[in-house]
């Protein structure tokens, strides 16, 4: 029973990994840009990003949909569990500059409080400055798991390019690509043309016809209309 609801669910699971890995890297490329202009990386949004056990994030909920399609889709022997562990890699590196970005946020002001307080003995002084060191250590520390995220990140757009083409014929992959176009173009940058060439390579109007479909078939009319209008523009 369980295989079989997968094997149903597959569609979707196709078209929820791609559209929560674009998400995904739009929110980090900005949280890491940030961090390139003020040295500084937000608590708050790894904790929300990542959330718990019990009231799990957007990045563990992509970790968790990874685990099921990648080990049930049989398209994916290949290139499937490359995705599988790039994104739990990235989850993980998440979860260490969460645990950094707390230290910085919470620790580094009250460290940095005790250097000026003149009331504080040279010994404790100097007890302070050496356990600064290993604060410094954890921000050099993000900066090396930023490095590491953005590589894997790279990678994983060239993944889903090997990837995705045995899922042309998904209509709600076709409808993601259609209706967030602007999201993946972001994402994806200059391997987009690729992405969709890849997918839709030997017939380009595929792409619109299934969008089209998935549309009218949730009662989108307008919106089917307006995909069975496009041409294929995104291939040149």
């Known amino acids: 029973m369980y295989k079989t609801w997968i094997k149903a669910k597959l569609p979707e ?12 890297s739009q929110e980090l490329c900005t949280q890491f840009k940030a961090h390139d202009q003020t040295g500084q990386i937000s608590f708050n949004f790894f904790k929300e990003l990542l959330g718990d056990e019990m009231n799990k994030g957007q990045l563990w909920h992509l970790k968790d949909t990874a685990h099921i399609l990648f080990r049930h889709d049989q398209d994916s022997d290949r290139i499937g569990p490359y995705l599988d562990w790039c994104i739990g890699y990235i989850f ?17 002001p009250w460290f940095e409080a005790r250097h000026i307080n003149p009331s504080i003995s040279p ?6 400055q050496e ?12 900066s090396r798991e930023i490095s590491r995220v953005k590589f894997i990140l ?6 889903f390019i090997m990837y995705l083409p045995a899922h042309q014929e998904n209509p709600l992959l076709a409808r ?14 200059s ?3 690729e992405l969709l060439s890849a997918i839709y390579a030997d017939n380009p109007g595929k792409l619109y016809e299934l969008a089209a479909l ?4 949730g009662g989108w009319i307008k919106e089917a209309k307006a995909a069975r209008s496009s041409l294929p523009l995104d291939f040149q």
Do not use: G, W
């Open 176 to 189: 993601f690509l259609f209706a967030e176009k602007e999201l993946i173009q972001d994402v994806f940058k």
């Open 13 to 24: 699971f196709v078209r929820d990994i791609l559209r929560d890995f674009c998400q995904i």
């Open 123 to 128: 010994e404790e002084q100097l007890i302070s």
């Open 131 to 142: 356990l600064f060191t290993v604060l410094e250590q954890t921000r050099e520390s993000i």
């Open 92 to 108: 993980h590196e998440c979860m260490k500059l969460r645990e950094d970005a707390y230290q910085q946020e919470n620790y580094r």
């Open 191 to 193: 391997l987009y043309p």
């Open 214 to 217: 998935s549309l009218e078939r």
């Open 154 to 159: 790279f990678h994983c757009r060239r993944l």
